[in-house]
């Protein structure tokens, strides 16, 4: 097995998300095939066009994607145990939404997409990502030469309170701004509400109630 075909191989390995495999079986995509629209939305913000046969997975924790990277590397013996002084390996399940992976070239490209449909990110979060992913890929995304990788936010709509000074530079766009594809999302979806005996919210109140409903059965 040749190092430039080892790193897919890794990724697929490693991928071990019961909800990938149920989603995959039950949809009748055990490979989880992304459709061609999807691909053609994200192929212009990573430069070059998403083969149909790229690996694709949901949830996918941040220790598989370092530990596949490392041990498809020129630095990675055969046997372990390796290093960990970086704490890259941990016990976390830190993950992200959609990952996205090919060969072009000489070169694997990995795609991780991070989507919010009804709420949107907070800048906790963000900053804990783009930490980790520093770590991983080195703040000019160029710690493994073989690997190039990109980050992409999907939502309705786009973000516009992040904070991304601590971002490295390969995770946003030039002028600063992050990579960024719209997400469809149905019409009228609803969510439940705590709330007191006049539907008013209240986090602590001893009714509930869905706020627009009638509207949305409507619609």
């Known amino acids: 097995m040749t190092q430039s075909h080892t790193f897919i191989k890794l990724l697929k390995k490693f991928n071990r998300k019961e909800r990938f495999l149920l989603i995959g079986w ?14 053609k939305s994200i192929s212009p913000l990573i430069g070059t066009e998403i083969p149909s046969d790229a690996f694709v997975a ?27 002084k970086q ?10 939404d959609l990952l996205i992976a090919f060969r072009r070239g000489r070169t694997h490209r990995v795609v991780m997409l991070e989507a919010k449909g009804a709420t949107g990110w ?3 979060q963000a900053r804990s990502k783009a ?7 080195g703040r000019d995304g160029k710690r493994w030469p073989s690997i190039k990788p990109h980050f992409v936010l999907a939502s309705p709509r786009e973000p516009q309170q992040l904070d991304l000074k601590v971002w490295p530079g390969w995770m946003k766009r030039p002028d600063g701004s ?3 594809v719209e997400m469809p999302m149905p019409k009228g979806l609803v969510k439940t509400m705590r709330c007191d005996s006049g539907s008013h919210s209240d986090a602590d109140g001893e009714f509930w109630t869905v ?9």
């Open 26 to 39: 039950t949809l009748g995509n055990p490979r989880f095939r992304a459709s061609k629209t999807f691909l």
């Open 58 to 84: 949901m949830d996918y924790h941040l220790t598989w994607l370092y530990a596949s990277v490392f041990l498809s590397s020129a630095k990675a013996g055969t046997t372990g145990p390796y290093s960990n």
């Open 87 to 96: 704490k890259l390996i941990t016990g976390t399940q830190e993950d992200v």
């Open 122 to 124: 907070t800048n906790k």
């Open 131 to 137: 930490s980790r992913l520093t770590k991983i890929f």
């Open 178 to 180: 992050p990579y960024w």
């Open 211 to 219: 706020p627009g409903l009638k509207q949305a059965l409507q619609e």
